[in-house]
Each structure stands twice: as structure tokens, then as C-alpha cells.
T-cell receptor
């Protein structure tokens, strides 16, 4: 079964600085999707960024970018120019890309604090 | 375009009562997923449904839990004879069919179930 591991329960960053959140996963599949979701105190799950495993280029969305290392099964999230509104729980998630289950497999999350 | 809607947002039930959680997917979405989030945990997949069909229920507890997505109306997650351990946030997500080229799941705001 696929598993997703986030080894940092909590992280903190100064406003305007850069922070990297780690995520590793385990799968025997060669084609899949990876996601980072943000969950602010409102508890709403918000998609931050996604990566298709067949794409070598790392995904980028404004201040958010990923470092996808397929061989190492690593998928870290970098937040640049951190803002107070970035404070939230961040969840890494995996999903198979073809047939079978459509389910997302989530890590346990990293709580990000942004200090003013 | 309204997002995924869930109601109620908060639900309090006494032990032994039934809980019914409703989810209306985004317009144009035919796939619904239910996830459960226990305190301090990531989301865990429960069930994946398409209209009138359960596609994957591998994450559903064998007893007391059931889900449906009728031809008309919202998807319902039903928990019979609730116990304290059922207290959690229950999230619904929806997506388009794969044939439509999209694979992203969009989440509702969740229903927080408290069993007293």
C-alpha cells in the first residue's frame, strides 16, 4: 500500500523568509500524482500545488514550488517570501494516475507557523 | 460556480444515535469522495462513489457506516449507533470524470461530528 510520510510535525518561519516542508512517499507505481494541500484554521482543504510524476519539471505556483525527486520518492514544498496568511497545516498527498483507486493518501501534516 | 457544499457544518449526537452527513458536489462533478480526519491526524480515505454506484469502499469501517450517492440529490454518509470514537471531521471532495481530463479533488468545508 502507498504511504506518505511528513517527518516535520511543526515548522516555523519568519515573515518574508523561505521555508521548505518535507514529504516522502512509498509506491511501486511509475505514474502517479502528488499534491500539497493547505488547511488553515477554518479547516477548509485548499489545493496549493500538484505534480504529475511523468513530468520532470518541478511545478510552480507563484510563491510555492516543489522539489520532486522521483528516484528518491521525495516531494518537498518550498514557500518563498512567507506571509502571515501562509500559517496553516500543510498536507502532502499521493494519488495513482490510472485505473483502480482514485483515493488520495495523505501524510500526517506539518503545522507551519509564520512569525511577524 | 458554487464549491463543494457540506451540511451540517457541526453535528452533535449522543452515543447510540444516527448521524447523517450530506455533500453536494461541485456543478459538473460526478465523483464524490469521503474522508475522515481525526484530531492531530491527516485525512483518511473512506469511500469513493459515482452516481448510484460505490466504486471503492476500502476505507469504510465494516459496521455502522454506509454511503450513497443517488441519481438525484446529495451524497449521504450515514453512521448508525455512533460511538465517541466517531468524533472527527468528515470531509467530502468531488471531481470530474477522468475522461474529462481533470484529476483534482475539490474539498468541502467539512462536517465536525461530536459524539457525547
Amino acid at each position: 500500500a502507498q504511504t506518505v510520510t511528513q517527518s516535520q510535525p511543526e515548522m516555523s518561519v519568519q515573515e518574508a523568509e523561505t521555508v521548505t516542508l518535507s514529504c516522502t512517499y512509498d509506491t511501486s507505481e511509475s505514474d502517479y500524482y502528488l499534491f500539497w494541500y493547505k488547511q488553515p484554521p477554518s479547516r477548509q482543504m485548499i489545493l496549493v500545488i500538484r505534480q504529475e510524476a511523468y513530468k520532470q519539471q518541478n511545478a510552480t505556483e507563484n510563491r510555492f514550488s516543489v522539489n520532486f525527486q522521483k528516484a528518491a520518492k521525495s516531494f518537498s514544498l518550498k514557500i518563498s517570501d512567507s506571509q502571515l496568511g501562509d500559517a496553516a497545516m500543510y498536507f502532502c498527498a499521493y494519488r495513482e494516475s490510472r485505473g483502480g483507486s482514485e483515493k488520495l493518501v495523505f501524510g500526517k501534516g506539518t503545522k507551519l507557523t509564520v512569525n511577524p | 460556480n458554487a464549491g463543494v457544499m457540506q451540511n451540517p457544518r457541526h453535528l452533535v449526537r449522543r452515543r447510540g444515535q444516527e448521524a447523517r452527513l450530506r455533500c453536494s458536489p461541485m456543478k459538473g462533478h460526478s465523483h464524490v469522495y469521503w474522508y475522515r480526519q481525526l484530531p492531530e491526524e491527516g485525512l483518511k480515505f473512506m469511500v469513493y462513489l459515482q452516481k448510484e454506484n460505490i466504486i471503492d469502499e476500502s476505507g469504510m469501517p465494516k459496521e455502522r457506516f454506509s454511503a450513497e450517492f443517488p441519481k438525484e440529490g446529495p451524497s449521504i454518509l450515514r453512521i448508525q449507533q455512533v460511538v465517541r470514537g466517531d468524533s472527527a471531521a468528515y470531509f467530502c471532495a468531488s471531481s470530474q470524470a477522468r475522461a474529462q481530463g481533470s484529476y483534482e479533488q475539490y474539498f468541502g468545508p467539512g462536517t465536525r461530528l461530536t459524539v457525547t
